[in-house]
């Protein structure tokens, strides 16, 4: 190749993007127009996915670490070449396409990133799974964890989430809500082993996202079916008919956990029998816990969490300690 740039036809240089969250050999169609059509097409990675379901389509494939120069030169006349790039791309390659580019003393040719394959909404969730997968075989300390030891994490993570949504940390929020899902999917992960017993037997983190598809789609009808709802009011009443007709529950209080922080479990207690029409007084009874039985249950018919509220008090309150002892933010 000479110093001088030439009149002759430059050719054009593909490079073909796949994911690897995508099924192999699901590729756009122009993807497939260009692979079929190209000079050559060259692959420097002999475990490339794609590289069977190219071969099977008649589609041949040179094992090749394609050279900038050498890729120019290929195109000469007017060819084209297509190279398929795996997961992190070629930055060797992309570099001195980049410096001919930028000489402007060579006819570089046309350069295009094709995508042949993209991520659908919620892809970097397969990665979460195969991360998970691989940590709970290889790390000495996951790998020996259970649900009853973990169990705890649960409980602290939830609550973190709640701090950082009542704080408006966007950030803070983001970061927790991956803690929460970790729990799920790191649960699914131990359950797919199955327990102690016989009954127990494994599923994975599919058999929970295929569950609660199923759930949602059945307690919405109003989405998916023919049923209809104006107001919130409507959704929730379904809602808790739907689960009542599910769980074959015998009272409004059935599901409700016991263990649950004092004021919310009044505030639910509330809302049920609201909910449900129940026709029951609140218990009239000396002390404090009455009285604050009597709070929770005016705050949920008011539609104001007593849980929420009482730690935004809370959170006053530390302030005003804290600027009672002179301590800064």
């Known amino acids: 190749m000479t110093d001088d740039v030439s009149s002759e036809p430059t050719g054009r240089i593909v490079l073909l993007t796949t994911s690897h969250r995508v099924a192999p050999g699901v590729l756009s169609w122009p993807a497939w127009q260009t692979l079929r059509t190209a000079d050559r097409v060259l692959c420097a990675d002999p475990a490339h996915v794609q590289l069977p379901y190219l071969r099977e389509a008649g589609v041949e494939v040179a094992l090749e670490a394609p050279d900038a120069q050498a890729l120019i030169e290929e195109c ?7 190279v398929l790039l795996g997961g992190e791309g070629d930055r060797r390659l992309t570099d001195g396409l980049a410096r001919f580019a ?17 991520d659908l909404p919620g892809a970097r969730l397969l990665d979460l799974v195969q991360v ?23 409980i602290e993570e939830a609550y973190e989430l709640v701090e950082a949504i009542e704080a408006g940390d966007r950030e803070e929020l983001r970061e927790e809500l991956g803690d929460v899902l970790l ?9 797919e082993e199955g327990g102690p017993g ?13 569950a609660l598809v199923e759930k949602l789609i059945h ?20 809602w808790q008919r ?6 074959q529950r015998e009272s409004v209080t059935d599901g409700i956990p016991l263990g649950q922080p004092g004021l919310a479990l009044a505030s639910k207690l509330a809302g049920r029998a609201r909910a449900g029409a129940v026709p ?16 929770a249950a005016r705050a949920e018919a008011a539609g104001t969490d007593p849980e929420t509220a009482l730690r935004a008090a809370a959170r006053t309150y530390r302030d005003a300690i804290r600027a009672a002892e002179g301590v800064g933010e």
């Open 280 to 295: 029951v007084e609140l218990p009239r009874g000396e002390g404090v816990g009455y009285e604050l039985l009597e709070l």
């Open 198 to 210: 016989e009954e127990d037997e494994p599923f994975s983190i599919d058999d929970v996202a295929g």
């Open 242 to 247: 739907t689960k009542q007709v599910e769980k």
């Open 183 to 191: 729990q799920v999917v790191f649960h699914a992960r131990i359950a």
């Open 132 to 154: 998970m997968d691989r940590v709970r075989r290889e790390c000495p300390w996951t790998s020996e964890q259970t649900h009853e030891g973990l169990a705890k994490y649960a």
């Open 102 to 118: 930028g000489s402007g003393r060579f006819a570089v040719p046309d350069l295009e990133l094709l995508p042949g394959s993209y």
């Open 219 to 238: 307690r919405h009808p109003h989405v998916f079916g023919d049923a209809t709802a104006k107001t919130p009011e409507d959704v929730n009443a379904h």
């Open 76 to 82: 000469a006349g007017g060819h084209t070449v297509v």
